[in-house]
């Protein structure tokens, strides 16, 4: 029973630094902060890309933060973040105006800690979750606090 309080509260923590950071940049992205303005016109995806990658990250915020969509609102934070840590290895740099990379580590940040979620909610992921179930003899699921599965 401890292994599955363990995995919960280790999920929920991790769960609410991602919200938590997607939806602390969402202000400069819907505000047109100068910062965010310059990324997105370095990637020739402005106002659009801005505004939808803004839209994207609420969705992952509110997915993450709800018990039966986490899993969902953790791939879809993936997906973001991929995206923005590319963008960064490949046409922003890793310090974006003199930030000391400090997005760039945002990003990396929220990335693990959607993949850690993944992980400890592996069984509760859409399609494929299943295999993992019977393949890995998993302790607990983490759907409700401390409910063991085996």
Known sequence: ???????????????????AILLQTLFFKFTGAEESVYIFRT???????????????????ALLLIPGTVTWGALLSLGVMSGAIFSHLTKL???????????????VTVFG?????????????????????SATGT?????HVGACNR
Do not use: Y
Request: contains cysteine; positive net charge; proline residues 3%.
């Open 1 to 19: 029973m401890t292994t599955c309080k363990t995995h919960s509260t280790i999920s929920w923590i991790l769960q609410i630094i991602a919200a």
């Open 43 to 61: 990637l020739g995806v402005e106002p659009w890309g801005r505004i939808g990658s803004g839209v994207m990250e609420l969705i992952a915020s």
């Open 93 to 107: 740099g890793i310090i974006v105006q003199n930030d000391g990379g400090l997005l760039f580590a945002l990003a």
């Open 113 to 133: 800690c959607s993949a850690l979620v993944l992980f400890f909610r592996r069984e509760q992921i859409p399609f494929i979750g299943s295999r993992f179930a």
């Open 139 to 143: 302790v607990c699921a983490t759907t």
